[in-house]
């Protein structure tokens, strides 16, 4: 009645063809996995030789590249290095790199580039040594020299000799000419040694105040000033030493007055006083009568004391600059010597350094 069509139904396969698929497919495995093994292989091992020389000659080309063109080296030692290089981040401002290994064999070879944190460069490093070449050029130039401390003045021998007690209104002080130096520039007192003692009960103190002068008289700006304690002196005279750290330098021609100011007690001190046939041209003996409201002068009286200070001159002096023309850059990363490479770099800006 009805005919059976047989037309859409596929033919299967075969045993044999079954057998040769599966040959084949083994073929095309084994040869996969040989190629995967392969491959394997073909990759490199951070501790083989070839693996770490190529590794190395990356980095010291790479360190030497910066190098080359380094503006300033402010920091450099055998195992580190600290550079500025042109401005490589648009923002007008030199770059800050550095180089640096810890010293300790198997320690990495770091790079800061900017102050941020260290990348490592090379690790399991077994040396990095840095030496340079420089070149020194001596200038002959005039500059400012101060001295070693030397005496300023030191009171002449007096005809006689008074004494002088200072209270809470009167003061007395010494007013002293500048050095007469050759080239002066400035100068500045650095020590006073005068000749004081107790006036009875040895609970007064003294202010020692280096002022600037009107004229021979104290000024009103305070340079410096020392306490001398009244319990620090003798019942008899003899020399009591005061240091001034902190005095400012004075010009060629300015004068300075040392002013023996009350502090404290009823009598804080007696200063001795040494009366002079002549004026003496170093100085002179100011006084007050009430409390530093008003001063005067007496140019044949001077307060008995011994003035230091140090001057500033100009001088010829020679200066000796150093400049980095090149480096020499070696690393060794393994433990065996033979490792060690080496190149050499020279400094194109070759900037100054320090000694």
């Known amino acids: 009645m009805f005919a059976k069509n047989f037309r859409g139904r ?42 770490r020389a190529a590794e190395t000659t990356a980095v010291i080309n790479q360190i030497a590249g910066d190098l080359r063109y380094a503006l300033s080296v402010p920091q450099r030692s055998a195992t580190a290095i600290t550079f500025t290089v042109p401005d490589r981040t648009a923002d007008g401002v030199p770059e800050a790199i550095q180089y640096g290994w810890s010293g300790i064999p198997g320690a990495p070879l770091q790079r800061w580039f900017n102050g941020t944190t260290a990348a490592t460069m090379l690790d399991n490093v077994y040396q990095f040594a840095l030496s340079y070449d420089l070149h020194e050029r001596s200038e002959t130039t005039l500059g400012n020299v101060e001295s070693a401390e030397s005496l300023l003045a030191s009171t002449p021998a007096a005809s006689w000799y008074s004494d002088y007690s200072v209270s809470s209104g009167n003061w007395v002080g010494q007013y002293l000419a500048p050095p007469t130096t050759a080239d002066l520039v400035s100068w500045r007192v650095t020590r006073v040694r005068v000749m004081a003692r107790q006036n009875g009960m040895s609970t007064g103190a003294t202010t020692v105040e280096l002022r600037t002068a009107d004229g021979q008289l104290p000024g009103g700006s305070i340079l410096d000033q020392a306490s001398m304690l009244e319990s620090n002196l003798g019942y008899s005279y003899g020399w009591y030493e005061l240091s001034f750290n902190n005095t400012p330098d004075l010009g060629p021609t300015e004068p300075v007055c040392v002013v023996f100011r009350w502090a404290d007690g009823m009598v804080c001190a007696d200063i001795l006083i040494g009366n002079l046939a002549s004026p003496w041209s170093k100085g002179c003996a100011v006084y007050t009568y009430n409390g530093g409201g008003s001063w005067f002068a007496d140019t044949t009286e001077t307060v008995v004391l011994e003035v230091y200070c140090t001057v500033t001159t100009d001088q010829e002096v020679t200066i000796t600059r150093q400049y980095l023309q090149g480096v020499q850059i070696a690393v060794q990363p393994q433990a065996d010597v033979a490792s060690r490479m080496e190149t050499a770099v020279n400094v194109v800006s070759a900037p100054e350094v320090t000694p």
């Open 10 to 51: 596929g033919r299967g396969f075969t045993l044999l063809e079954v057998l040769v698929s599966m040959v084949i497919i083994s073929i095309i495995l084994t040869v996969i996995g040989s190629a995967i093994v392969m491959a394997a292989h073909a990759i490199p091992d951070s501790n083989d030789p070839t693996y």
